[in-house]
């Protein structure tokens, strides 16, 4: 499979140590319990990025270098998957870059996550997905895509935000009570919108980001294992990110669970195209 470095028809390929942003495909499939295709992810992600503009229409992320890491193979067993993301976020961390985690299933974010909290940084989650992720266990693997979140919660202590969630059961909401989560759901966000401030008081000033396409409506985002209707739209999302990140510093993200579709361009580039407005985000954060 074919890994063309981010936007290489734009920038050229930059050294690690004085790249920005360091991109790591995880093209992991392990999980998944109704469409396939999650390794076909990151690749897809990287050739539609060839077709973006440099300026996001705000600055040009490019302009700080990227750097493309080799894909992690994901043939070996989870836990070897997880150590070498991690190792590939310290390195870009040594770097005083940021790291980009494009999946593969949404398990991968555990390990970028997990490496930052290891790190030192205590920064609070924003969690785009049309499920909330938080099961204890599911078909019997406490690391199923399903249970991310909840390990994540777990395993870190870290502040959780989620957006655009609508499928999910009692024991995720129980759950989710119990740790004090807070959620803007995709009917809640429908009939209300967003408030001012949607985030609590004592939400952290660093922040990571965790996208799962799937919270975008099935119909702007078929191309994912799990389509759903009532999710969000492309400039509601950008605006949500948009007022959640001002004043914070964006430390990091993932974009997860492509599933590409033969021909399909326009689910590819969208993908890629939120991957380059998060790169811009990050950016200006750190201006």
Same mark, same amino acid.
Not at 61 to 88: K, R, S, W
Not at 103 to 125: C, N, Q, W
Not at 203 to 226: I, K, N, Q, R
């Given at each position: 499979?074919?890994?063309?470095?981010?936007?290489?028809?734009?920038?050229?390929?930059?050294?690690?140590?004085?790249?920005?942003?360091?991109?790591?495909?995880?093209?992991? /499939?392990? &999980? $998944? *319990? !109704?469409?396939?295709?999650?390794?076909?992810?990151? +690749?897809?992600?990287?050739?539609?990025?060839?077709?973006?503009?440099?300026?996001?229409?705000?600055?040009?992320?490019?302009?700080?270098?990227?750097?493309?890491?080799?894909?992690?193979?994901?043939?070996?067993?989870?836990?070897?998957?997880?150590?070498?993301?991690?190792?590939?976020?310290?390195?870009?961390?040594?770097?005083?870059?940021?790291?980009?985690?494009?999946?593969? /299933?949404? &398990? $991968? *974010? !555990?390990?970028?996550?997990?490496?930052?909290?290891? +790190?030192?940084?205590?920064?609070?989650?924003?969690?785009?997905?049309?499920?909330?992720?938080?099961?204890?266990?599911?078909?019997?693997?406490?690391?199923?895509?399903?249970?991310?979140?909840?390990?994540?919660?777990?395993?870190?202590?870290?502040?959780?935000?989620?957006?655009?969630?609508?499928?999910?059961?009692?024991?995720?909401?129980?759950?989710?009570?119990?740790?004090?989560?807070?959620?803007?759901?995709?009917?809640?966000?429908?009939?209300?919108?967003?408030?001012?401030?949607?985030?609590?008081?004592?939400?952290?000033?660093?922040?990571?980001?965790?996208?799962?396409?799937?919270?975008?409506?099935?119909?702007?985002?078929?191309?994912?294992?799990?389509?759903?209707?009532?999710?969000?739209?492309?400039?509601?999302?950008?605006?949500?990110?948009?007022?959640?990140?001002?004043?914070?510093?964006?430390?990091?993200?993932?974009?997860?669970?492509?599933?590409?579709?033969?021909?399909?361009?326009?689910?590819?580039?969208?993908?890629?195209?939120?991957?380059?407005?998060?790169?811009?985000?990050?950016?200006?954060?750190?201006?």
């Amino acid at each position: 499979m074919h890994y063309p470095p981010f936007l290489a028809s734009e920038y050229p390929a930059t050294a690690p140590e004085k790249a920005g942003f360091h991109i790591i495909p995880v093209p992991l /499939e392990r &999980t $998944v *319990s !109704y469409g396939a295709g999650t390794c076909n992810g990151p +690749a897809a992600i990287l050739e539609a990025s060839q077709q973006l503009e440099a300026w996001d229409g705000i600055s040009a992320p490019g302009e700080l270098g990227f750097y493309t890491h080799e894909p992690i193979n994901c043939d070996q067993p989870l836990e070897q998957v997880f150590a070498d993301t991690m190792q590939a976020v310290h390195k870009a961390l040594s770097c005083k870059a940021i790291p980009v985690t494009l999946g593969g /299933e949404h &398990t $991968v *974010s !555990y390990a970028p996550i997990k490496a930052l909290y290891d +790190a030192g940084h205590r920064f609070g989650i924003l969690h785009f997905d049309a499920h909330a992720d938080l099961r204890a266990i599911y078909e019997e693997d406490r690391f199923s895509h399903a249970c991310v979140l909840r390990r994540v919660v777990e395993d870190t202590g870290l502040a959780l935000v989620q957006f655009g969630t609508r499928d999910y059961c009692r024991e995720e909401a129980a759950f989710r009570a119990e740790a004090g989560i807070t959620a803007y759901d995709g009917p809640v966000l429908a009939a209300s919108w967003l408030p001012d401030t949607p985030l609590p008081a004592d939400f952290p000033h660093e922040v990571y980001v965790t996208f799962d396409v799937d919270g975008f409506d099935c119909s702007l985002m078929p191309a994912t294992g799990t389509p759903s209707p009532g999710g969000l739209f492309w400039h509601q999302a950008m605006h949500i990110l948009g007022t959640c990140l001002a004043g914070r510093t964006l430390i990091g993200f993932d974009v997860v669970e492509l599933a590409p579709i033969a021909d399909l361009h326009h689910a590819d580039f969208t993908t890629a195209r939120l991957v380059h407005m998060l790169m811009g985000m990050a950016q200006r954060s750190r201006a």
